[in-house]
């Protein structure tokens, strides 16, 4: 860990300015019948979002299972759709196969604007007020290609946050990642993010999959943290689906992503952890190494 590392982790953890540019995608939804055709694609409530506001939801398949986490926002008659760089064609093409069924219309913003993470920020940028999105511990700035070039110039004292260090961030503030921490072998509700589901209005594609884990209590396994005794030299060596165990040695889940927290001196994870071993500070084992189970985010 350098001397410039550990100088921006503190400057972002004691709540400085940080920001990471990362590609985003984000697409517009509008048309007569959006509410309807959205409420039929996502797993929240789109009819109930006002103007300026916005939610989390997840577009699952037929079985249940993850294609893309997004947020919305809704902007006058239109619905903005912001998710990762790789579930982003994905969303694209789950949306625009339905222009042609009805009054509905979709448009691939992405190209337009610059997407930043900001962590620590409530500033209001000169210029083209930019789109932002709530995320989990940071804000999601859009901001218009023209105006993108000074965007991070117009903060107060920026850190720019390297890809090493936004990996730490990120699992520290339990944020999952496309491919690492969910996949389409994940059932939506596993994600267990506060907010993602509706389970009042009408059916969806996997609504009878998600409606029947929430109604019987309880899904199967879902994602946590860990915070491990191993060193940090060692953490290296947990790599994405290493085998969680209970102290008696039955199957209690696997590790998605693994880091070192300065902030907690300890290495962390994020896991799956099975239904029976959830409660923050069961103890789980990995070989030799003692994993206590950690509510999400860590800080």
Same mark, same amino acid.
């Given at each position: 860990?350098?001397?410039?590392?550990?100088?921006?982790?503190?400057?972002?953890?004691?709540?400085?300015?940080?920001?990471?540019?990362?590609?985003?995608?984000?697409?517009?939804?509008?048309?007569?019948?959006?509410?309807?055709?959205?409420?039929?694609?996502?797993?929240?409530?789109?009819?109930?979002?006002?103007?300026?506001?916005?939610?989390?939801?997840?577009?699952?398949?037929?079985?249940?299972?993850?294609?893309?986490?997004?947020?919305?926002?809704?902007?006058?008659?239109?619905?903005?759709?912001?998710?990762?760089?790789?579930?982003?064609?994905?969303?694209?093409?789950?949306?625009?196969?339905?222009?042609?069924?009805?009054?509905?219309?979709?448009?691939?913003?992405?190209?337009?604007?610059?997407?930043?993470?900001?962590?620590?920020?409530?500033?209001?940028?000169?210029?083209?007020?930019?789109?932002?999105?709530?995320?989990?511990?940071?804000?999601?700035?859009?901001?218009?290609?023209?105006?993108?070039?000074?965007?991070?110039?117009?903060?107060?004292?920026?850190?720019?946050?390297?890809?090493?260090?936004?990996?730490?961030?990120?699992?520290?503030?339990?944020?999952?990642?496309?491919?690492?921490?969910?996949?389409?072998?994940?059932?939506?509700?596993?994600?267990?993010?506060?907010?993602?589901?509706?389970?009042?209005?009408?059916?969806?594609?996997?609504?009878?999959?998600?409606?029947?884990?929430?109604?019987?209590?309880?899904?199967?396994?879902?994602?946590?943290?860990?915070?491990?005794?191993?060193?940090?030299?060692?953490?290296?060596? @947990?790599?994405? %689906? #290493? &085998? +969680? =165990?209970?102290? *008696?040695?039955?199957?209690?889940?696997?590790?998605?992503?693994?880091?070192?927290?300065?902030?907690?001196?300890?290495?962390?994870?994020?896991?799956?952890?099975?239904?029976?071993? @959830?409660?923050? %500070? #069961? &103890? +789980? =084992?990995?070989? *030799?190494?003692?994993?206590?189970?950690?509510?999400?985010?860590?800080?």
């Amino acid at each position: 860990m350098t001397d410039d590392f550990k100088k921006n982790y503190n400057h972002v953890r004691d709540g400085g300015l940080g920001f990471y540019e990362q590609k985003r995608g984000l697409i517009a939804v509008w048309g007569k019948e959006a509410v309807q055709f959205l409420n039929g694609l996502i797993t929240n409530d789109v009819a109930k979002l006002e103007d300026g506001a916005q939610m989390l939801a997840a577009f699952p398949n037929a079985q249940g299972r993850l294609l893309a986490v997004v947020r919305v926002m809704r902007k006058g008659e239109k619905f903005l759709f912001e998710t990762e760089e790789a579930t982003h064609e994905k969303v694209f093409q789950n949306l625009f196969r339905f222009t042609f069924a009805g009054d509905f219309f979709v448009e691939d913003l992405s190209d337009q604007y610059r997407s930043f993470l900001i962590f620590n920020s409530q500033l209001v940028v000169d210029g083209s007020e930019p789109l932002v999105f709530d995320a989990l511990g940071c804000k999601i700035y859009f901001a218009p290609v023209g105006e993108a070039d000074r965007f991070p110039a117009s903060f107060e004292n920026p850190t720019e946050i390297s890809d090493e260090l936004y990996e730490v961030l990120r699992i520290e503030n339990g944020i999952p990642k496309d491919g690492v921490d969910m996949d389409e072998t994940t059932i939506v509700p596993e994600l267990g993010l506060e907010g993602l589901i509706s389970y009042n209005k009408g059916c969806y594609i996997g609504q009878e999959i998600i409606a029947r884990i929430h109604f019987r209590g309880h899904v199967a396994k879902q994602l946590t943290g860990l915070v491990l005794s191993v060193p940090p030299a060692s953490a290296n060596g @947990l790599t994405p %689906g #290493t &085998e +969680l =165990k209970t102290v *008696d040695g039955k199957n209690a889940g696997r590790i998605t992503s693994v880091t070192y927290s300065p902030k907690l001196a300890k290495t962390i994870a994020l896991a799956y952890v099975r239904y029976d071993h @959830l409660a923050e %500070g #069961t &103890e +789980l =084992k990995i070989g *030799d190494t003692t994993a206590i189970v950690k509510d999400l985010p860590f800080v």
